[in-house]
């Protein structure tokens, strides 16, 4: 049953509960879900040619519905067993959806009770998520449509698609009017406005005359279930990747001890529909036919929806038309290679067309994901514009039946529109479209037009995109433009902001309604905040003024996006002027800044690259001259165009000042940094030089050493001499002389000749110290006579594969550095296979590689050249030849080494 959000203001005027409204029983009696109502047109596609049929099914639905809840075992009365005097405060009749939703709030945001206490409040996202899950469980009586709303999380905002109630949300602002709930406004982390509610003492007051088993209902939802029937519910955002690798956004409920459920409110209800392609003649190059689908429009019929909730329509709209705008940089370059890439000057213009690109060109078979565009080309302009229409064939749910064909203008200023002609939306033909259907139909829209455009767009064009919206591009709003000859019911312009079904609804297409207008006698125009509905048998006469408000609404629309990336950016550089100031307290902060000042350094410069394209676009508008009758002026006086244009300029100028004051804090901040790094570069020098002069003085300690090293060393040799001759003798053990030495050495040389005893020893000090000499020079020539080689490769190698071939080594050093942005490993062995290194001496081998990324970073050769004759281009073919066959590996050349040709020998010349 749709929500009654009244406000009885006296309740005298009230009637009894034994006497209740005519109009209220026959509201009762079409309270069924899928109700279809009474139109001739829908009676007729539905096959119900009499009112007893169409009385008995809902009679039959009906009856379905109530068996269905009683088979699930409904926990709570009707709510006309709940209702009572106590709904009557502050001189106002609440309905029962306002009492469940202002003790639902109560449960999760209370004022403090004393000064020390702190206060709870609930935020705007989380409790539309709380009242969806009211809405699924029955308790809460809303309607909902999908809409997209900006969801913040870790400092960053991206839209999704919600099931959202505009019913719950009049309701909330009721209970805001009359004090009963407070408001709090704050920002995000990126500057996106947040508004977070509380239930006020007021309300609280109100709620103490509230009947337990309404609060025991709406406990049902809030609540866990068992065994977390105490813990109220918590609503937490998750950003995951779904089956196509791209983020999705999914609200999850939480509660203490474990207990975690997805909620559906981001699962969007499809409808069938068929729709044709459609483009206002005032942006057509040539009188050539659209497609038109309104023979198909029995298909959508045929088909199925997803819709769960139970529809109360209020506004229905006849033969409508939608345009679908934004605003992109564009330019004539870019419109004239789109010409070029949609074949529009071919034989055989347009085609299929997808943004994958094609990395081997060469190659036999090229396959894509299914959902190709079919887009068939209608006029151009070289340089100016170009119209086309788009088929989709992007893949949907079994059962449901989309016949989506836009009709596609893309002008050089930027203007984008994607208009069709909707023939059907499910059983509803084209003279009786709900508005409740429209506007899951234009989520359909909103997402496929962006996908549609995406596959269009340069690579520039795209960069530009996923910088001004933060890389939520694809999510990114459009303004809607609702075209329809018939409006039922028709009233006037300000009984439509009725604070009721007719706003509420008006809200799931246009957005928040600013002011509503008749334009003659039979027209009406009503603005929203994201689009406008203008419903008239005379819409089509007015395109001109309508087109041309559009493509200002739709760059007003952009600046908005714009000027809240300026406060990212402004967030951006305090961040860096902070990390400059305490530099010094974290050596990682310096790196941060290079960082950071790069990405704001590219931030700015597109930003300023788009706000040219901006300036150029709105320079090149003409506002419309005003039209003589009637009604076009009554239209261009409400549309206040050329003060509108002025304002968007003043806004742009507004923008360019911003960016500028940017640039120059970047200027700062760079100067600032150069500072920093020049004063980290003299104390690099102040090092270098400090340690170059211990090295000088250790080096000279060193030669000092190594000379009094060398003295040293004949001395201990000739000590060891000497002892060689005393051990020979035996003199220095203690034993008496040998016969031999008397006889062969005292006799005849010690006793005889003076002196000549001692003329030996010297003779053979002096032999063995030449000796001793001669074996050092030896040993010193064996190190010497060896090569290294050292190459840089920063070539892509295969882990595995390196992990495998290094396991067969016999690894002497092991030596790893790992850091945030990088992961380095050095290893170093020595060859033992002679034979794979052309039969010399193999040398000793030092990989160093980059675990991270996978690439072989550098290489160290040595080499004992001496029992070796491999040369540098040797030691590095083989090298690479042996990772290749292990598969380390793959398309890498070595590169000569220029010693190659100087060792080479010259070749004789030939006669």
């Known amino acids: 049953m749709h929500s009654s959000l009244w406000l009885q203001k006296n309740k005298n005027d009230n009637k009894s509960d034994e006497e209740p409204d005519a109009s209220e029983e026959e509201e009762e009696e079409m309270d069924i879900p899928g109700q279809i109502p009474e139109y001739s047109a829908t009676r007729a596609e539905a096959g119900l040619t009499d009112a007893k049929g169409y009385t008995d099914m809902s009679t039959n639905l009906k009856r379905n519905i109530r068996d269905a809840a009683n088979d699930d075992g409904a926990r709570f009365q009707d709510d006309e067993d709940l209702e009572g005097d106590w709904q009557e405060f502050v001189d106002l009749r609440w309905s029962l959806n306002h009492v469940k939703l202002l003790y639902m709030i109560s449960k999760y945001a209370n004022p403090a009770k004393t000064v020390e206490d702190e206060e709870s409040w609930i935020r705007s996202v989380p409790l539309l998520v709380m009242i969806y899950e009211g809405i699924v469980t029955g308790v809460l009586d809303f309607d909902y449509a999908p809409q997209s709303v900006l969801v913040t999380q870790d400092g960053g905002s991206k839209r999704c698609f919600m099931n959202v109630t505009q019913e719950g949300k009049s309701a909330i602002d009721d209970l805001r009017e009359k004090k009963l709930l407070n408001g709090l406004k704050l920002s995000s982390e990126d500057f996106q406005p947040i508004t977070a509610y509380q239930i006020s003492a007021q309300g609280q007051e109100f709620l103490t005359q509230v009947p337990a088993k309404l609060k025991r209902d709406v406990d049902g939802f809030v609540y866990g279930p068992k065994p977390f029937q105490d813990k109220l519910l918590q609503v937490m955002l998750k950003r995951e990747d779904d089956e196509e690798g791209e983020e999705a956004q999914h609200f999850y409920l939480t509660a203490e001890g474990g207990y975690e459920k997805i909620s559906t409110i981001t699962d969007i209800e499809d409808v069938s529909y068929v729709s044709s392609p459609y483009l206002p003649l ?79 060109p060469t190659a036999t078979q090229f396959k894509v994901p299914t959902g190709l565009t079919q887009v068939q080309i209608l006029d151009y302009d070289l340089i100016g514009c170009i119209n086309f229409e788009a088929e989709i064939n992007y893949p949907e749910a079994e059962g449901i039946v989309q016949v989506e064909n836009f009709g596609m203008h893309l002008n050089v200023d930027g203007t984008i529109m994607y208009g069709l002609k909707i023939e059907a939306i499910m059983e509803r033909k084209a003279d009786d479209i709900s508005l409740d259907m429209l506007s899951r139909l234009l989520v359909d829209v909103q997402k496929d037009s962006s996908q549609i455009i995406n596959d269009l767009l340069s690579a520039y064009q795209r960069s530009l995109l996923s910088m001004i919206f933060c890389g939520d591009q694809k999510n990114r709003c459009k303004y809607n433009m609702v075209i329809a000859e018939a409006i039922d019911p028709k009233l006037n312009g300000e009984e439509y902001m009725d604070r009721g079904d007719n706003e509420n609804e008006l809200k799931q297409v246009i957005g928040d309604i600013q002011n509503a207008h008749n334009i003659g006698a039979d027209d009406v125009l009503i603005l929203g905040r994201d689009g406008m509905l203008f419903a008239g048998p005379n819409s089509r006469r007015h395109e001109p003024l309508l087109l041309f408000y559009l493509s200002l609404l739709v760059r007003e629309m952009f600046i908005r996006v714009f000027f809240v990336r300026t406060f990212v950016l402004d967030d951006l550089l305090k961040k860096v002027r902070l990390l400059i100031m305490e530099h010094d307290k974290d050596p990682n902060n310096i790196p941060k800044v290079r960082t950071l000042l790069n990405t704001a350094s590219r931030d700015i410069i597109l930003l300023q690259e788009i706000l040219s394209y901006l300036f150029e676009s709105l320079q090149s508008m003409e506002v419309p001259e005003r039209p003589e009758d009637e009604a076009g002026g009554t239209l261009y006086k409400v549309l206040n165009m050329a003060n509108m244009k002025r304002d968007v300029l003043i806004r742009v100028e507004d923008l360019t000042k911003l960016v500028h004051g940017a640039q120059h804090e970047l200027q700062n901040l760079s100067a600032m940094t150069d500072v920093i790094n020049t004063k980290q570069l003299e104390d690099v020098f102040k090092n270098v030089e400090a340690n170059t002069k211990y090295l000088v003085d250790a080096s000279a300690t060193n030669e000092r050493a190594s000379a009094s090293l060398e003295v040293m060393q004949m001395i201990l040799a000739g000590m060891f001499a000497f002892d060689i001759i005393d051990h020979i003798s035996g003199g220095t053990m203690g034993l008496s002389t040998p016969w031999w030495v008397e006889k062969w050495i005292n006799e005849p040389i010690v006793a005889r000749y003076p002196f000549l005893w001692f003329a030996i020893n010297i003779l053979w000090l002096i032999l063995f110290c030449f000796a001793v000499l001669r074996v050092m020079r030896y040993l010193a020539d064996l190190s010497t006579g060896f090569l290294t080689l050292r190459v840089k490769v920063n070539a892509k190698i295969n882990l595995e594969k390196m992990d495998l071939y290094l396991a067969d080594k016999p690894i002497d050093i092991t030596d790893s550095m790992e850091e945030p942005a990088m992961a380095i490993k050095k290893v170093a062995w020595q060859e033992r296979d002679r034979a794979l290194w052309a039969g010399g001496a193999p040398p000793k081998l030092e990989l160093t590689y980059d675990v991270q990324y996978g690439f072989l970073l550098s290489v160290l050769f040595q080499l004992d050249k001496k029992k070796s004759e491999l040369d540098e281009d040797g030691l590095m073919r083989i090298f690479t030849a042996t990772l290749a066959e292990h598969g380390v590996l793959e398309d890498y050349d070595p590169p000569r080494s220029k010693y190659a040709a100087a060792n080479r020998k010259p070749q004789p010349l030939e006669d």
């Open 282 to 360: 005032l942006v057509r190059k040539s009188e050539k036919p659209m497609t038109s689908n309104a023979h198909r429009a029995g298909e959508a019929a045929a088909g199925e929806s997803n819709i769960k909730d139970e529809l109360t329509e209020a506004i229905h709209l006849a033969h409508v038309s939608l345009l679908v705008g934004e605003w992109i940089p564009f330019g004539s370059n870019q419109i004239v290679a789109l010409n070029e890439r949609l074949g529009a000057m071919d034989r055989c213009q347009g085609g299929l067309f997808t943004s994958k690109i094609d990395k081997d």
